[in-house]
């Protein structure tokens, strides 16, 4: 086993800098601290006092920046596994400045270990902090295991005048450069998104102890497309990896989890006019740094022209704007005034045509922040402008979306393209994605105003590489991820960008408090469950078949005794496709979604009385008082006398008719006792459903006994699921949170 010394004497082979530059447009978790290595009164332990601020109760310069600090640490904590402590010593340096750039910070591992125990590949360099996590004790528990270095100056004369770090956890950092994402991007440094191969000269680090050089885990998957080999291949000369790191498109990631993980993240802007088919197709776009992403499938409407054309001042013409994409020119005022004003006419998207006459053909990236804008924008050239304004007298239908067929910032084979700029950028070049990636992610070599704290798939690759590199981890103690993952179990459907930072918020709002986060990720969990949008959904179609089917035997081990019980009917792989169908174009809060529901409901339950089962269990032959009280029967007797006699008024002299059963049993699974009386043993089911996506006696279970236990102490504590430690048990299970990692 040896030791790297190299970072310590040179730590600017082992860092990698975020440059800004100013322009107009339970698994296992590690546990990182933050060792503050700065002198009294500077950095971390400035005393100005300041208001707390998005979350950061400092109320100090100083305290505030440690807080941002913990609480980046904590994402990268809270996600990969290690039972080493990892430490961060971090300070307040002034880095280098101008007024209209600066380098924000550095990071990167204070030492190198190889051959170790548990190392997966002889002679190969590994960060201390991953090395640690391989091996499972910390190789030198003398030392930290990363360094950090962040610009004390930033925002002063002199020093990217007037942008200053955001120090609020909340990344509302409107013009200013949110410290919290930078700190994410430079910790990942030091994680192990770097390479320790020079590529200036394409030396491999060297091993002072026996001067032999040895290639990074990071070099290992460092493939270039003009040699056809890694950068760790010893047949690859310190010329040929010279070369490779300003091969321009040519220097990729071959990594398998990036590699994989990719094809659902990155993608190409577009604008897809759906019609008329004289100007149908797809349209070359700009993107804007502010709103959410373009997504896939994206948003699809009818164009409607703003009015004003540049839309900057309020609509006049927010009804016909309701609903519709709108077509704003360039000019006169802010692109982020533009489109909060067509949002607030109701605009569900926007498109702002260039006005250079001088470059018809020119697209823009619109710059701008406004952490309000909840709807997504983009841009077109002059030309594709007037275009798409010659047909909107006969109505125009398009696509505003990210078409990931073509993922941006990709080779020919497919793999993620690293920034391998024809000049070599010290601290930039080889350790970070490539700029012509869509989304942005978060370690390229920019730090972009639109990115958000997941460093996770859906969103970002950060955590697929340090994946690839040896880290484990799992992504559902990313919050947004948490979140996203709750409309997907529950909802059957994407979050819509509003509701997504909603309950994401919930949970980041309790800032360094994990007590509160934990609670919080267990409200927001079964908020989902308690929505409107799921109970009007699938607790309707739990309700429905209690309704048509009553309660069947089941099998349940009772203080140690096998005890046949009554459990619901209705399983998993009838409960999905059912509750999708009534909930099919349904969110609440967003357009007609009353009408969509009520046109769902009814085509549900139509057909529902049409299936054989239903049939089978309701022969033609019954009368209409025999229908409606084997209905009322297998509720549970919910029915009043009144209401009883009412639906069977509805059946009247034709109990057959498919339209009036289907009203009748409607009535019936909607009945409100029936809501009251099932609330429980429905919560208990859709934790099984929901979160392990199965049936509670599938395996590995055997029969319902973890169903009726849950039920027992939900019902004991009076349907209080925290006391209950129900919703909690169930998102903090091995079987859960397997189903996202390591």
Request: net charge negative; hydrophobic share 40%.
């Amino acid at each position: 086993m040896r030791k790297s010394i190299l970072a310590r004497f040179s730590l600017a082979l082992l860092t990698a800098l975020v440059v800004f530059c100013f322009s107009s447009s339970a698994f296992g978790a590690a546990t990182i601290v933050i060792q503050n290595n700065d002198a009294a009164g500077v950095g971390f332990n400035d005393p100005t006092p300041v208001a707390p601020t998005g979350g950061n109760p400092g109320t100090t310069l100083g305290q505030q920046r440690l807080n941002a600090f913990q609480f980046a640490a904590n994402i990268w904590g809270a996600m990969l596994n290690s039972n080493s402590t990892i430490t961060i010593k971090a300070d307040w340096p002034a880095l280098s400045c101008t007024s209209n750039s600066a380098v924000l910070g550095s990071a990167g591992a204070a030492s190198i270990w190889r051959d170790f125990s548990q190392a997966p590949f002889p002679g190969t360099w590994y960060s201390s902090a991953l090395a640690n996590a391989l091996t499972g004790v910390d190789l030198d528990a003398t030392q930290q295991e990363i360094n950090a270095h962040f610009n004390v100056n930033l925002g002063n004369p002199g020093c990217l005048d007037g942008i200053h770090f955001y120090l609020g956890l909340d990344n509302n950092h409107g013009n200013d450069t949110d410290l919290v994402t930078v700190l994410l991007h430079e910790f990942s440094h030091g994680l192990g998104f770097q390479t320790f191969t020079s590529g200036s000269n394409g030396q491999q680090a060297i091993d002072p102890q026996i001067g032999q050089s040895f290639p990074s885990i990071y070099d290992r998957f460092l493939f270039d497309n003009t040699t056809g080999k890694t950068w760790a291949q010893t047949t690859m000369t310190d010329a040929e990896r010279q070369a490779s790191a300003i091969s321009v498109n040519k220097l990729a990631w071959n990594g398998p989890r990036v590699t994989i993980d990719l094809q659902s993240i990155l993608a190409t802007p577009l604008l897809r006019i759906n019609s008329p088919a004289g100007i149908a197709g797809n349209y070359t776009v700009g993107t804007a740094a502010f709103g959410p992403p373009l997504s896939f499938p994206g948003i699809t409407a009818n164009i409607t022209q703003a009015s004003p054309n540049d839309g900057c001042s309020a609509l006049t013409n927010g009804a016909a704007m309701s609903g519709k994409i709108a077509l704003i020119d360039r000019g006169n005022c802010f692109f982020v005034v533009k489109v909060k004003n067509a949002q607030n006419a109701g605009a569900i998207g926007v498109i702002i045509a260039n006005n250079d006459a001088a470059n018809p053909t020119q697209v823009v990236q619109m710059g701008g922040s406004d952490a309000t804008i909840t709807i997504p924008s983009l841009s077109v050239s002059l030309n594709n402008g007037n275009t798409i304004k010659s047909q909107l007298g006969i109505g125009i239908n398009a696509s505003l979306l990210a078409n990931t067929t073509a993922p941006s910032g990709v080779d020919t084979s497919g793999s993620a393209l690293l920034f391998a700029p024809s000049t070599f950028s010290g601290g930039s070049s080889v350790s970070h994605w490539d700029t012509s990636e869509y989304p942005n992610q978060l370690m390229e070599p920019n730090i972009s105003g639109d990115l958000t704290h997941s460093v996770v798939p859906v969103w970002d690759l950060t955590l697929s590489l340090l994946k690839d590199v040896g880290w484990r981890g799992n992504k559902i103690f990313d919050s947004q991820f948490f979140v996203r993952q709750h409309y997907l179990d529950f909802l059957s459907r994407s979050p819509d960008s509003s509701g997504l930072a909603f309950w994401n918020n919930e949970i980041v709002s309790c800032g360094l408090d994990q007590a509160c986060i934990d609670l919080k990720r267990i409200n927001v969990s079964a908020a989902f469950y308690l929505s409107i949008e799921f109970q009007e959904t699938g607790y309707l179609v739990y309700r429905t078949y209690k309704t048509t089917f009553g309660d069947p035997d089941g099998q349940a081990v009772i203080n140690n005794v096998p005890t046949v019980i009554k459990v619901p009917r209705v399983r998993f792989n009838e409960f999905l496709p059912d509750s999708q169908q009534i909930g099919a174009g349904v969110q609440v809060g967003i357009g007609n979604w009353q009408q969509q529901l009520e046109n769902n409901k009814q085509a549900y339950m139509l057909a529902f009385v049409q299936r054989a089962d239903f049939q089978s269990a309701f022969p033609s032959s019954l009368t209409a008082d025999a229908f409606v009280t084997q209905l009322d029967t297998n509720a549970g007797n919910v029915l009043s006398a009144s209401e009883k006699a009412s639906l069977i008024t509805v059946l009247g002299g034709t109990p057959n008719d498919v339209a009036k059963r289907a009203q009748v049993l409607r009535a019936v699974a909607e009945d409100d006792d029936l809501k009251t009386l099932e609330k429980n043993r429905a919560f208990v089911l859709m934790q099984y459903f929901g979160y392990l996506r199965r049936n509670p006696n599938d395996a590995p279970d055997t029969d319902h006994s973890g169903w009726k236990f849950w039920l027992d102490k939900l019902n004991a504590f009076g349907g209080d699921f925290v006391n209950a430690e129900m919703v909690k048990a169930f998102i903090v299970s091995g079987e859960y949170q397997g189903r996202f990692g390591p």
